[in-house]
């Protein structure tokens, strides 16, 4: 499917920014900065490809590493309004690994076929880096100044633990923040078909915490033939099994409810959220496809991932250890903690194996309602509804500097097309026209944030 929209550039950057958002994002991908995690990867040569071309177009970039090659690269345009407060615009350098034998197109091979883009990194982030770079190239061709100034980011290590990445910079480098206040990053204001003709924008204004967790269960080694009241791996199991079946109770943050009331009045359903007695599970049972933009952070979650215990069948050992994901609602850690301990009892220990921040953003400030006429302005047809992330992005890192994040990577999809899929997925591709939609969109918002 080729891209026949017209290129209306009363409302656009120029015609080159068409064409190298396209060239960007192909070469990107191309780039393999595959992420294995353990400090398995180098994200330095996608970081020179951005950085010459930031130069390029005299935008003076900066290159920071805490490890030889796992490279961050960072940029400040000076916007007209000096008492503005910065705003951050942050990408991933890094993308997860890709089976090339489970793919159609090679997954490094930026591939442009009919008018899609192919290859990991597609929609996770290389577009969002490549759209970015080709509006502030723009800018600088056509003498283009935002009112704010804009802090460009492009980071490593986003697919592991961020600590060669936003971790890094936020705790080494903060003056190279300074006076910002908001950011925009992955994961929002991408088209998501709920249904026909209801064309959906989830822009996101909030994460759920991660709260990755260790249980131990010691217990008295022994014969496997014998009585044993203190077996490691039956008191494991137990705890597993309540964690895992734990109810946990519905907690509804701001941006939640909203999503639940717009979602709600889109799909004609009349339903007060704030009353006393609301049933989120029972609306969420009407709202077709959409639900699933709400279902996973309306409360949190606990899912067992890993056991570790014995090692033959007539042994009892003395240690068992299992892994569990959890996840927090905004507002949610302290719950969380005081349910484990009761969930996990005196014979089982539990600790954070990693924890991460939940991240709460207003969804009735200014910068929302700038984030939502943007994509509205470009696609009348389709609607805004904030929500919640269930998982988490360097948001989390850079809101240790008091910068609220919101999930705005525009991008308009035709239906069929399932972003959340294609997210770590096999053939990871999007289309040109919506890396098109894209520029006209960040070009607009960026302008006028
Ligand atoms: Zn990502």
């Not at 353990?38 to 010459?52: H, K, L, Q, T």
């Not at 942050?90 to 091979?109: K, N, Q």
């Not at 599970?281 to 996973?296: F, T, Y």
Request: charged share 25%; net charge negative; with cysteine.
């Amino acid at each position: 499917m080729a891209d026949m929209t017209p290129i209306d550039t009363s409302v656009a950057p120029d015609t080159a920014a068409f064409d190298e958002v396209v060239t960007f994002t192909s070469e990107l991908i191309r780039i393999d900065t595959t992420n294995r995690g353990g400090g398995d990867c180098r994200e330095r040569p996608a970081a020179e490809y951005v950085a010459e071309r930031l130069a390029d177009a005299g935008i003076e970039p900066t290159l920071l590493e805490r490890t030889p090659g796992r490279t961050n690269v960072v940029a400040r345009i000076e916007g007209t309004d000096p008492s503005a407060d910065a705003l951050l615009v942050h990408g991933h350098l890094d993308v997860v690994p890709a089976e090339p034998a489970d793919w159609t197109s090679h997954p490094f091979s930026g591939e442009v076929r009919d008018g899609v883009v192919w290859g990991r990194g597609a929609v996770d982030m290389k577009n969002m880096d490549a759209m970015v770079l080709s509006v502030v190239r723009a800018w600088a061709r056509s003498g283009v100044r935002p009112r704010r100034d804009i802090v460009i980011a492009y980071t490593a290590d986003e697919e592991a633990s961020a600590a060669d990445g936003s971790g890094f910079l936020a705790e080494r480098h903060a003056e190279l923040f300074e006076g910002c206040t908001e950011g925009i990053s992955e994961s929002g204001a991408f088209t998501f078909h709920a249904g026909p003709g209801m064309a959906l924008y989830p822009i996101a204004a909030g994460e759920r915490g991660t709260g990755w967790l260790k249980l131990t269960a010691h217990g008295k080694a022994g014969h496997g033939s014998k009585v044993n009241r203190a077996n490691a791996v039956s008191r494991l199991a137990a705890a597993v099994a309540r964690i895992s079946e734990h109810p946990w109770p519905v907690r509804l943050t701001p941006t939640v409810r909203a999503a639940l009331a717009e979602l709600a009045t889109l799909h004609g359903i009349h339903v007060d959220v704030h009353a006393e007695g609301f049933d989120p599970d029972g609306l969420l049972g009407k709202l077709g496809p959409a639900a699933a933009l709400v279902e996973p952070t309306i409360r949190n979650s606990t899912n067992p991932t890993v056991l570790e215990a014995g090692y033959k069948v007539n042994v009892i050992p003395g240690l068992a250890i299992a892994y569990v994901d959890g996840r927090m609602v905004p507002g949610g850690e302290e719950e969380f903690r005081t349910t484990l301990d009761q969930l996990t009892g005196p014979d089982v220990e539990w600790e954070f194996h990693h924890r991460e921040v939940a991240l709460q953003a207003p969804v009735d400030s200014p910068t929302f309602a700038k984030l939502r006429a943007a994509v509205e302005r470009f696609d009348p047809d389709g609607h805004v509804v904030p929500y919640c992330m269930s998982g988490g992005t360097d948001a989390k890192q850079f809101s240790r500097l008091g910068i609220t994040g919101y999930g705005f990577s525009p991008l308009k999809l035709p239906p069929g097309f399932d972003y959340q899929a294609l997210f770590h997925g096999v053939d990871e591709r999007v289309p040109v026209s919506a890396l098109h939609f894209g520029v006209r969109v960040l070009d607009h918002y960026l302008k006028s944030a």
